[in-house]
């Protein structure tokens, strides 16, 4: 796009030159009124009052009425579903994607499963204002969307809100046309351009009452009936010199004519890569519906019938096809008015004849239906069968089809009269209702009458019905113009010919057509449609044949690119599913390694924009070589979250998902590539995708060897990245060379909050590097360490730079050789630090003596959530001095003590501490010899706890008599849902005792007893205890001797007393 010249903020508000804005404006506007010069006349007649060189209107009256024109012609509300809000907040876009440009439509909402790219959004009232002070208005504007999306209803919205004065107030006029009106010219000069849409405005004396904007809209380039030509269009700067319409255009995009003027062109994103990037100064893009507007439009369609409005919504949620299709307004539209009509008529049909459209077809063949029926359209009219219709229907759409054909061929989406006479067309065949479904009639500015189909998908569908009837007929190639080509007998031969031109089209403005075509041989449709346009049965001959047709325009060795997967569109619309279900299977049970045929290859990469399961995560684990994955890179752009472990990649892939990384239509959001053999090489590749992507948020390098040289590459990217949110580099061996310079970015980058650096050999000079960086990033939440060797040197560092920082969140120091020395110094920071959440000390050396110190910080600290210090040396002093702070501390959530050699003395404090705290949810006592003692006491403290969810007391030395008193406290207890009691000894006493509890116990979601020596009969009480429990989700009884007759006889007593109980044996 065009680099706009920076200026002061005074600059920028004095237009373009340096003249004055009177002087600036005056050449236009003697343009405008028609002085000094001729000029041709208006094909409309002249305003009387303008007649007098005086008038007798004043300037502002002038501009009044204009207004008032302005809001005659564009109505006055908005279209059925269209939100104000989405329209008046656009996307600030760079400039258009290759998908965009060189697919169809329907291809770009489903490879972004319909969403949109990031981008910043712009307000409508800042849609021509500079986005800075030191910058400029945009001369030339494009706005772009898909068909249907709602481009002219988003100009009209403007043109209303402008001619009440509710934006664009900058703008002396807002001249508003269509290409349509256009085509209906040959040549046209500058002059007549705009005195032909508002002849009235022809008053010099305007000029002096004018501001210094004018904006001219052109709405609807895709219609324009030649295409721009911007390389070979003589310059032309005389405003009344006629000139072809298309050059007329491209004169006024480059300036030569009306070069103070705003442009604002509305356009389908492949047309509108017509116009240069360096002439356009923005571009936006409508966005699509998402669920709220969904379920508003067809709210609006159906405001007093909520029972058939639930069931379309229904219908729409468990298609995610049809789905993704709704975010477009103009489908959205569409699919409620077939599924509301089916709706209606469900109550006297059998439903399997009724039931809900599952391919694009039957959609658009019960949209026929209904268009040919008159329902939906005339409520209170009785419907006339479809056989009493089918022979003015035929003739009807036989012409439409036609017309729609030639169009389609032609890229002509515009009709004027005389392009109906080329083809023969009966114009009063086009009057009555069931046409009025499919093709709609516009008046232009010239007085002649423009028609063109209500919506693209709609010409292709009828087009198709066009072609599948000739085709049965015609002995030559429907796609040649002048009739002249070798014989083709027979429909398959034409199937075959539509697949090869849909296969060659570059554009694929031909793949919704084939879909379509394909779609007329499927059982569903041919019932749908006997009678009307097909004959019964006729599919049977042709369906087979088709489907292999269809698999034989699959090219080897090829990468798999939107046509290939629009084969596999076609071969769902012909119900021949088997290859797409036999790849979801491999996919769902990881068995799609080997999997490798261009038939495979194509099937994969349809489920990845079709599938349920690859729209959260596309996983292709385990299975992929690197030739397959070339093959499929232009399909994995569009998967937000793409995961690729284990698959022996090297080096020279990643130079491969580099380039997919910084293409521009990337919109992979998160990509794991863990346990590969990525070196530093490969890491650099990637970081040079790094330095363009604006889409990845996470990236995960688990278990490679990139080193430090590839960690500095990275760090380099991230300096300038600005989208990077997480990234792991476990165990990369990157040392204190790549720590640091991990560090050096993070003390400039702002985006990345997320970084994992385990088992990567980092001791404490790589430590104390980040320990510098965090002292001044601001945005880091998550640092992971655990596994290095940082000793108490490095944890000494980040401790004096927690003093410091106020952003991090999570700390993981796990296994780092750390003393009861560097504890007390990070304990130190904690009694500062206010944002620290969780924090991980496992399996370091902290003694009773830096127990205290974590006791002491506890104390203190007000934000704290989690602690983790597993396996460590604390023992009974340590665990005590940590009970006594659990009494008094307000924050703590999580507490992990497990394999601290704690025993009963220990646990009773800790169980006097539970009966006063009222924050600690989780407390892990696991592989501690606690014994029945110290299982009393925290079953004692269980009776007055209300905030301890979750109870680990694994391997604890637990016998009866410490089961029992649990029992006795789960008879009382109303908060504890989770208890593990694994690897103790409590016997059936116990069994019977925990049995009891459950009868009552209402809270207990999880019970781990495995291991535990219950035996049959304690597995049995516990499993016949559960009639009376009903909360109970989950419950372990393996390793308890029970044995095969007797988990049968506990399985169906679980299942009969518990049956939403799931249970391990």
Same mark, same amino acid.
């Given at each position: 796009?065009?680099?706009?010249?920076?200026?002061?903020?005074?600059?920028?508000?004095?237009?373009?030159?340096?003249?004055?804005?009177?002087?600036?404006?005056?050449?236009?506007?003697?343009? *405008?009124?028609?002085?000094?010069?001729?000029?041709?006349?208006?094909?409309?007649?002249?305003?009387?009052?303008?007649?007098?060189?005086?008038?007798?209107?004043?300037?502002?009256?002038?501009?009044?009425?204009?207004?008032?024109?302005?809001?005659?012609?564009?109505?006055?509300?908005?279209?059925?579903?269209?939100?104000?809000?989405?329209?008046?907040?656009?996307?600030?876009?760079?400039?258009?994607?290759?998908?965009?440009?060189?697919?169809?439509?329907?291809?770009?909402?489903?490879?972004?499963?319909?969403?949109?790219?990031?981008? $910043?959004?712009?307000?409508?009232?800042?849609?021509?204002?500079?986005?800075?002070?030191?910058?400029? =208005?945009?001369?030339?504007?494009?706005?772009?969307?898909?068909?249907?999306?709602?481009?002219?209803?988003? %100009?009209?919205?403007?043109?209303?809100?402008?001619?009440?004065?509710?934006?664009?107030?900058?703008?002396?006029?807002?001249?508003?046309?269509?290409?349509?009106?256009?085509?209906?010219?040959?040549?046209?000069?500058?002059?007549?351009?705009?005195?032909?849409?508002?002849?009235?405005?022809?008053?010099?004396?305007?000029?002096?009452?004018?501001?210094?904007?004018?904006?001219?809209?052109?709405?609807?380039?895709?219609?324009?009936?030649?295409?721009?030509?911007?390389?070979?269009?003589?310059?032309?700067?005389?405003?009344?010199?006629?000139?072809?319409?298309?050059?007329?255009?491209?004169?006024?995009?480059?300036?030569?004519?009306?070069?103070?003027?705003?442009?604002?062109?509305?356009?389908?994103?492949?047309?509108?890569?017509?116009?240069?990037?360096?002439?356009?100064?923005?571009?936006?893009?409508?966005?699509?519906?998402?669920?709220?507007?969904?379920?508003?439009?067809?709210?609006?369609?159906?405001?007093?019938?909520?029972?058939?409005?639930?069931?379309?919504?229904?219908?729409?949620?468990?298609?995610?096809?049809?789905?993704?299709?709704?975010?477009?307004?103009?489908?959205?539209?569409?699919?409620?008015? /077939?599924?509301?009509?089916?709706?209606?008529?469900?109550?006297?049909?059998?439903?399997?004849?009724?039931?809900?459209?599952?391919?694009?077809?039957?959609?658009?063949?019960?949209?026929?239906?209904?268009?040919?029926?008159?329902?939906?359209?005339?409520?209170?009219?009785?419907? =006339?069968?479809?056989?009493?219709?089918?022979?003015?229907?035929?003739?009807?759409?036989?012409?439409?089809?036609?017309?729609?054909?030639?169009?389609?061929?032609?890229?002509?989406?515009?009709?004027?009269?005389?392009?109906?006479?080329?083809?023969?067309?009966?114009?009063?065949?086009?009057?009555?209702?069931?046409? +009025?479904?499919?093709?709609?009639?516009?008046?232009? *500015?010239?007085?002649?009458? &423009?028609?063109?189909?209500?919506?693209?998908?709609?010409?292709?569908?009828? &087009?198709?019905?066009?072609?599948?009837?000739?085709?049965?007929?015609?002995?030559?190639?429907?796609?040649?113009?002048?009739?002249?080509?070798?014989?083709?007998?027979?429909?398959?031969?034409?199937?075959?010919?539509?697949?090869?031109?849909?296969?060659?089209?570059?554009?694929? $403005?031909?793949?919704?057509?084939?879909?379509?075509?394909?779609?007329?041989?499927?059982?569903?449709?041919?019932?749908?449609?006997?009678?009307?346009?097909?004959?019964?049965?006729?599919?049977?001959?042709?369906?087979?044949?088709?489907?292999?047709?269809?698999?034989?325009?699959?090219?080897?060795?090829?990468?798999?690119?939107?046509?290939?997967?629009?084969?596999?569109?076609?071969?769902?619309?012909?119900?021949?599913?088997?290859?797409?279900?036999?790849?979801?299977?491999?996919?769902?049970?990881?068995?799609?390694?080997?999997?490798?045929?261009?038939?495979?290859?194509?099937?994969?990469?349809?489920?990845?924009?079709?599938?349920?399961?690859?729209?959260?995560?596309?996983?292709?684990?385990?299975?992929?070589?690197?030739?397959?994955?070339?093959?499929?890179?232009?399909?994995?752009?569009?998967?937000?979250?793409?995961?690729?472990?284990?698959?022996?990649?090297?080096?020279? /892939?990643?130079?491969?998902?580099?380039? /997919?990384?910084?293409?521009?239509?990337?919109?992979?959001?998160?990509?794991?590539?863990?346990?590969?053999?990525?070196?530093?090489?490969?890491?650099?590749?990637?970081?040079? +995708?790094?330095?363009?992507?604006?889409?990845?948020?996470?990236?995960?390098?688990?278990?490679?060897?990139?080193? =430090?040289?590839?960690?500095?590459?990275?760090?380099?990217?991230?300096?300038?990245?600005?989208?990077?949110?997480?990234?792991?580099?476990?165990?990369?061996?990157?040392?204190?060379?790549?720590?640091?310079?991990?560090?050096?970015?993070?003390?400039?980058?702002?985006?990345?909050?997320?970084?994992?650096?385990?088992?990567?050999?980092?001791?404490?000079?790589?430590?104390?590097?980040?320990?510098?960086?965090?002292?001044?990033?601001?945005?880091?939440?998550?640092?992971?360490?655990? +596994?290095?060797?940082?000793?108490?040197?490095?944890?000494?560092?980040?401790?004096?730079?927690?003093?410091?920082?106020?952003?991090?969140?999570?700390?993981?120091?796990?296994?780092?050789?750390?003393?009861?020395?560097? %504890?007390?110094?990070?304990?130190?920071?904690?009694?500062?630090?206010?944002?620290?959440?969780?924090?991980?000390?496992?399996?370091?050396?902290?003694? =009773?003596?830096?127990?205290?110190?974590?006791?002491?910080?506890?104390?203190?600290?007000?934000?704290?959530?989690?602690?983790?210090?597993?396996?460590?040396?604390?023992?009974?002093?340590?665990?005590?001095?940590?009970?006594?702070?659990?009494?008094?501390?307000?924050?703590?959530?999580?507490?992990?003590?497990?394999?601290?050699?704690?025993?009963?003395?220990?646990?009773?404090?800790?169980?006097?501490?539970?009966?006063?705290?009222?924050?600690?949810?989780?407390?892990?006592?696991?592989?501690?010899?606690?014994?029945?003692?110290?299982?009393?006491?925290?079953?004692?403290?269980?009776?007055?706890?209300?905030?301890?969810?979750?109870?680990?007391?694994?391997?604890? +030395?637990?016998?009866?008599?410490?089961?029992?008193?649990?029992?006795?406290?789960? &008879? %009382?207890?109303?908060?504890?849902?989770?208890?593990?009691?694994?690897?103790?000894?409590?016997? /059936?006493?116990?069994?019977?005792?925990?049995?009891?509890?459950?009868?009552?116990?209402?809270?207990?979601?999880?019970?781990?007893?495995?291991?535990?020596?219950?035996?049959?009969?304690?597995?049995?009480? %516990?499993?016949?205890?559960?009639?009376?429990?009903?909360?109970?989700?989950?419950?372990?009884?393996?390793?308890?001797?029970?044995?095969?007759?007797?988990?049968?006889?506990?399985?169906?007593?679980?299942?009969?007393?518990?049956?939403?109980?799931?249970?391990?044996?």
């Amino acid at each position: 796009m065009r680099k706009q010249e920076a200026r002061t903020g005074r600059e920028a508000g004095q237009g373009h030159g340096t003249s004055s804005p009177a002087e600036q404006v005056k050449a236009l506007m003697d343009l *405008l009124t028609g002085k000094g010069g001729q000029g041709s006349q208006a094909p409309q007649p002249p305003d009387k009052t303008s007649d007098s060189p005086l008038g007798s209107c004043s300037n502002d009256s002038r501009i009044q009425r204009h207004r008032e024109a302005l809001l005659s012609r564009v109505g006055g509300g908005l279209e059925l579903g269209s939100t104000s809000h989405r329209l008046t907040t656009l996307l600030l876009v760079e400039g258009l994607t290759d998908l965009q440009l060189k697919e169809h439509d329907f291809t770009q909402v489903e490879a972004t499963r319909g969403g949109w790219r990031p981008a $910043r959004p712009i307000t409508m009232d800042r849609l021509f204002l500079p986005l800075s002070r030191v910058s400029i =208005p945009p001369r030339v504007s494009i706005t772009v969307g898909v068909a249907g999306m709602g481009k002219t209803t988003l %100009v009209r919205h403007f043109v209303r809100l402008w001619a009440r004065g509710q934006v664009g107030k900058d703008f002396s006029l807002v001249l508003p046309l269509t290409f349509r009106d256009l085509n209906t010219h040959e040549k046209l000069c500058a002059d007549r351009l705009i005195r032909s849409i508002f002849p009235y405005i022809r008053e010099p004396t305007l000029v002096l009452a004018a501001p210094t904007r004018v904006l001219l809209i052109l709405d609807g380039l895709d219609e324009c009936k030649t295409p721009l030509d911007f390389s070979n269009t003589v310059a032309c700067t005389d405003p009344k010199k006629e000139i072809q319409v298309d050059h007329l255009i491209t004169n006024i995009v480059r300036g030569n004519l009306f070069p103070e003027v705003s442009v604002w062109i509305t356009s389908r994103p492949s047309a509108a890569g017509q116009i240069p990037g360096g002439l356009v100064d923005r571009m936006t893009e409508i966005r699509g519906f998402n669920e709220e507007e969904i379920k508003l439009c067809l709210e609006q369609m159906f405001p007093k019938d909520e029972t058939v409005l639930g069931w379309i919504l229904s219908q729409v949620q468990a298609n995610r096809a049809l789905y993704l299709m709704c975010t477009v307004p103009a489908f959205c539209r569409l699919t409620g008015l /077939v599924l509301g009509y089916l709706c209606h008529k469900r109550s006297g049909l059998q439903d399997t004849e009724l039931r809900p459209p599952r391919t694009l077809c039957e959609l658009y063949s019960w949209y026929f239906r209904m268009a040919l029926s008159g329902e939906g359209h005339e409520k209170g009219k009785v419907s =006339p069968r479809i056989e009493q219709v089918a022979h003015g229907g035929r003739k009807m759409v036989g012409m439409l089809g036609r017309l729609a054909f030639h169009g389609l061929v032609k890229k002509k989406y515009v009709f004027y009269e005389q392009d109906m006479k080329a083809l023969g067309m009966d114009l009063t065949l086009l009057q009555g209702t069931p046409c +009025s479904c499919f093709l709609q009639r516009e008046e232009t *500015l010239a007085s002649s009458v &423009a028609y063109c189909f209500t919506h693209l998908s709609l010409q292709e569908f009828v &087009a198709a019905t066009y072609y599948y009837s000739a085709s049965k007929k015609s002995i030559f190639d429907l796609f040649t113009e002048s009739g002249v080509s070798w014989p083709r007998l027979g429909f398959l031969t034409h199937f075959r010919c539509a697949a090869q031109r849909a296969m060659q089209a570059e554009d694929g $403005r031909l793949d919704v057509f084939l879909r379509f075509l394909s779609g007329l041989l499927s059982p569903r449709v041919n019932n749908l449609l006997a009678g009307s346009l097909l004959a019964p049965g006729e599919h049977q001959g042709y369906r087979a044949q088709a489907a292999e047709l269809l698999q034989g325009c699959l090219r080897p060795d090829a990468a798999v690119c939107a046509r290939a997967v629009n084969i596999l569109h076609c071969l769902h619309e012909l119900q021949h599913t088997e290859l797409a279900s036999s790849m979801q299977e491999a996919m769902e049970s990881g068995a799609l390694a080997g999997l490798t045929t261009p038939l495979h290859r194509a099937a994969l990469a349809y489920l990845l924009q079709v599938s349920d399961a690859c729209a959260q995560e596309a996983n292709l684990s385990l299975c992929l070589s690197p030739g397959v994955l070339q093959s499929l890179l232009p399909q994995l752009l569009y998967c937000q979250s793409l995961r690729l472990d284990t698959n022996q990649f090297q080096d020279p /892939v990643m130079d491969l998902l580099g380039s /997919v990384l910084s293409g521009k239509d990337c919109r992979i959001q998160k990509i794991s590539l863990a346990e590969n053999q990525i070196s530093n090489k490969g890491a650099k590749a990637l970081a040079r +995708s790094l330095l363009v992507n604006r889409s990845l948020t996470t990236l995960d390098l688990r278990s490679n060897s990139i080193g =430090p040289q590839g960690a500095k590459a990275l760090a380099d990217a991230l300096k300038i990245n600005h989208t990077l949110i997480s990234l792991s580099l476990q165990s990369n061996t990157i040392r204190d060379d790549g720590a640091r310079s991990m560090a050096e970015a993070l003390a400039s980058n702002r985006t990345l909050s997320v970084l994992h650096l385990q088992k990567n050999t980092i001791g404490p000079m790589g430590a104390q590097r980040m320990a510098d960086a965090l002292k001044q990033n601001k945005n880091l939440k998550e640092l992971m360490l655990s +596994s290095n060797s940082i000793g108490d040197g490095g944890t000494k560092a980040l401790a004096e730079a927690m003093k410091v920082n106020q952003s991090l969140e999570s700390l993981d120091l796990q296994s780092n050789s750390i003393s009861d020395v560097g %504890v007390a110094a990070l304990m130190g920071a904690l009694c500062t630090n206010q944002t620290l959440l969780s924090l991980n000390l496992r399996e370091n050396s902290i003694s =009773p003596e830096g127990a205290q110190a974590v006791a002491h910080a506890l104390c203190t600290n007000s934000t704290l959530r989690n602690l983790d210090l597993t396996a460590n040396l604390l023992h009974d002093q340590g665990a005590q001095a940590i009970a006594a702070a659990v009494r008094e501390n307000r924050a703590l959530t999580s507490l992990h003590l497990q394999w601290n050699f704690i025993q009963a003395s220990a646990a009773k404090v800790l169980g006097q501490a539970l009966q006063l705290n009222r924050n600690l949810t989780s407390l892990d006592l696991q592989e501690n010899a606690i014994g029945d003692e110290g299982a009393s006491a925290v079953a004692s403290a269980l009776k007055a706890n209300t905030a301890l969810t979750a109870l680990y007391l694994q391997v604890a +030395s637990i016998g009866a008599p410490g089961a029992q008193a649990l029992g006795e406290a789960l &008879a %009382v207890n109303r908060t504890l849902e989770i208890l593990d009691l694994r690897g103790n000894a409590i016997g /059936v006493a116990g069994a019977k005792a925990l049995a009891s509890a459950l009868k009552v116990n209402s809270s207990l979601r999880r019970l781990n007893l495995q291991e535990n020596s219950l035996g049959m009969d304690g597995a049995i009480c %516990v499993a016949t205890a559960l009639s009376g429990n009903h909360r109970l989700q989950h419950i372990n009884l393996q390793g308890n001797h029970i044995g095969e007759s007797g988990a049968r006889m506990i399985s169906e007593a679980i299942k009969t007393n518990a049956p939403a109980c799931t249970v391990e044996m």
